[in-house]
């Protein structure tokens, strides 16, 4: 793995203008340009803040929208990774065949590009928190979350390559992981808060869930400022358990990209 990491540092300039060409194809000539890239998760943070903020109880409009908003933004990129990510080798075919670059370049790309979109969504996130709250401990927020965003960081990375392998093998394996997105949006707590399963015993629902992992490492630290010493605690044992699950996933994709990173060109 080691040897991989480095081979991937070596080709960062590669790797960084294929970011940069993804981006500039897709908002060329374009008014709003990377706005875009905003433009479904306000609006359907707009639309769960004006149906669901009052159904769920929610009194402060604002403090929802932030909720959902960076629920939406840790759940666009996650889902991005694994969908488009799984793609990464049949869209970089040309390039495969023609350098030796490692593999994980291709399936990086295509998670920076999303981190970036995302990045965006959470600043808006951070912007609506002082507006509402007026508080400097929403910088601490912001501090105690960007390990949580390294983390899924890397999770994503791992997904991406563990989909793209699979998917040059099966290419359903796309088809499959979006129905899958689709049934764990409504399985995760963007638009409601986990309160809700915990108070008809369905918390188990979000405990085997392992998205919340990162919306537990990022979008609550966020939304919570200074933490007390038992949220501390708490978040933790968040980051715990994340650490635990991305290094799970770490280690599968090392094991993916050994076994099958020769035998996969003659599959694309």
Request: aromatic letters at 12%; hydrophobic letters at 55%.
């Amino acid at each position: 793995m080691l040897h991989h990491l480095s081979a991937v540092w070596t080709a960062r300039h590669f790797l960084l203008a294929l970011v940069q060409l993804d981006l500039r194809l897709r908002y060329r000539r374009s008014v709003l340009g990377v706005g875009w890239s905003l433009l479904h998760p306000i609006a359907m943070t707009i639309v769960f803040t004006v149906v669901f903020s009052q159904l769920f109880g929610d009194s402060n409009p604002v403090g929802y929208a932030a909720f959902a908003l960076a629920g939406l933004a840790v759940w666009g990129f996650l889902r991005e990774a694994a969908t488009s990510g799984s793609r990464a080798f049949l869209q970089n075919e040309a390039y495969i065949r023609q350098s030796p670059m490692p593999y994980t370049i291709y399936t990086l790309r295509t998670v920076l590009g999303q981190a970036i979109h995302s990045s965006l969504a959470l600043l808006i996130v951070v912007c609506l928190l002082v507006f509402w709250k007026g508080d400097p401990g929403v910088l601490v927020g912001v501090a105690l979350a960007i390990p949580g965003m390294i983390l899924a960081l890397l999770a994503a990375w791992a997904i991406a390559t563990i989909g793209a392998f699979i998917n040059a093998f099966f290419h359903d394996t796309a088809q499959i992981l979006e129905v899958g997105c689709q049934i764990g949006f409504f399985l995760t707590p963007i638009m409601y808060r986990r309160s809700l399963l915990d108070q008809r015993g369905l918390g188990w629902v979000v405990d085997i869930n392992p998205v919340n992992l990162y919306l537990s490492v990022i979008r609550d630290p966020l939304l919570g400022g200074i933490p007390s010493a038992e949220g501390l605690v708490q978040l933790g044992h968040a980051y715990a358990a994340a650490l635990v699950f991305t290094g799970v996933l770490i280690g599968l994709a090392t094991a993916v990209v050994s076994w099958l990173q020769k035998k996969v060109i003659f599959y694309l």
